[in-house]
């Protein structure tokens, strides 16, 4: 199968290094220098979106600000099924529902990821053994899903369906909540982190998490849901139930 990769960053360069012997892999990224890795790397890069988008399939890895205005730019110039990996799907779900007909959208979001950013950072084995959420929008049709699952597979992933209001639900209290607490905790722990052991730096990793990821996922639907369950119990920590 011929797959267009948008985006060489942390999770579609793993993408990409992790296919790369099974599929025929075009990976295009707005950064050259981006692109000049990939090619040390081994990838085959493309400077040009329309040349990603001649494919059967195109995974959207792009920053989180840039998926729906990339699915803009393809819709229409393409009869690729477009997987997007992004982490939050409720933008995505919105932007299906006015796509132009024909259009196939997806999404497909690895629980997996690092403080690390960018292709440097990279790992064909990043993904294997983590599940994948498989997200349908109103423009998913059974080729699309059918791409969608056998890409997590292939991945080393468990492809899980769900819709898009559990997913962004989910998606609060598993990455929101934790991200949020880490910074809190850095911040409270600030004047005696210097002599912090594993225990302390292991539950502020997350607050190493890129700026512009950190305030996506803080801004996400229900994350104020979310920290209210998870302040609820910790007041019954505290109270020692």
């Known amino acids: 199968m011929r797959i267009g990769i948008v985006g060489l960053g942390l999770i579609g360069g793993s993408i990409a290094l992790a296919l790369r012997h099974a599929h ?4 295009f990224d707005t950064d050259a220098p981006t692109r000049a890795l990939a090619e040390e790397r081994g990838l085959e890069t493309v400077d040009r979106l329309d040349a990603a988008l001649r494919a059967d399939a195109v995974i959207v890895a792009t920053p989180l600000a840039a998926v729906v205005p990339t699915l803009e730019a393809a819709a229409g110039r393409t009869d690729a099924v477009l997987v997007e990996v992004g982490s939050l799907k409720s933008a995505v779900a919105a932007f299906a529902e006015r796509a132009p007909g ?26 294997r053994g983590r599940p994948f959420l ?13 791409v969608a699952g056998d890409l997590a597979r292939e991945l080393g992933g468990e492809p899980t369906v769900c819709s898009v209001e559990w997913h962004d639900r989910a998606i609060a209290m598993l990455s929101a909540v934790p991200l949020a607490v880490a910074l ?10 210097h ?9 502020t990793r997350l607050a190493a998490t890129p700026p512009a990821l950190a305030e996506a996922l803080l801004d996400g639907p229900r994350v104020k849901d979310a920290l209210a369950r998870f302040r609820a119990a910790l007041d019954e920590v505290e109270r020692g139930r």
Do not use: Q, W, Y
């Open 24 to 27: 025929d892999i075009l990976g």
């Open 134 to 146: 498989v997200v349908p929008t109103a423009r998913s049709d059974e080729r699309a899903m059918a």
């Open 195 to 203: 002599v912090a052991g594993p225990g302390f730096e292991g539950a």
């Open 102 to 127: 024909g259009v196939r959208i997806v999404g497909l979001h690895p629980m997996a990821g690092s403080t690390a950013t960018g292709l440097a950072a990279a790992d064909p084995a990043l993904l």
């Open 184 to 193: 809190a905790l850095a911040r409270a722990g600030e004047d005696v982190a």
